[in-house]
């Protein structure tokens, strides 16, 4: 579970970001400090280089969208203009391979020759 330090920067972070102002470490402790929290000094620094070329905004907007690959594509997508095509491609390809095993179960249960309620 995250420590109360953690979470206030996470706070910090994401009120720069909906003010659409740059995070860095100094604005995340400026933050903190107005709020009157103290924190370890290492985690604002951490909070800003880990938020470096990331779009907090669309990170938190595509987060329901794909479960999990969303925090994967904001770095990429920031840095790269031909990222999402390869992460579209892998969606399908994870799509076809759940899809194929599924197939394959069905199938065993088939072979057999007896089910559940036979």
Do not use: H
């Not at 979470?7 to 659409?20: E, H, T």
């Not at 031909?82 to 759940?98: F, Q, R, S």
């Amino acid at each position: 579970m995250a420590s109360g330090d953690e979470l206030a920067c996470v706070y910090a972070a994401l009120i720069l970001a909906d003010d659409q102002v740059a995070i860095t470490g100094d604005k995340i402790a400026t933050i903190l400090k107005a709020a009157g929290v103290s924190v370890e000094p290492y985690w604002p620094g951490l909070f800003a280089k880990a938020l470096d070329g990331v779009n907090v905004r669309e990170l938190i907007t595509n987060i329901g969208s794909s479960a999990g690959a969303a925090p994967a594509a904001g770095p990429a997508a920031a840095t790269t203009a031909g990222a999402p095509a390869p992460i579209a491609g892998k969606k399908e390809e994870k799509k076809k391979e759940e899809e194929k095993k599924k197939e394959e179960s069905e199938a065993s249960d088939e072979d057999m020759g007896f089910g559940l309620f036979d």
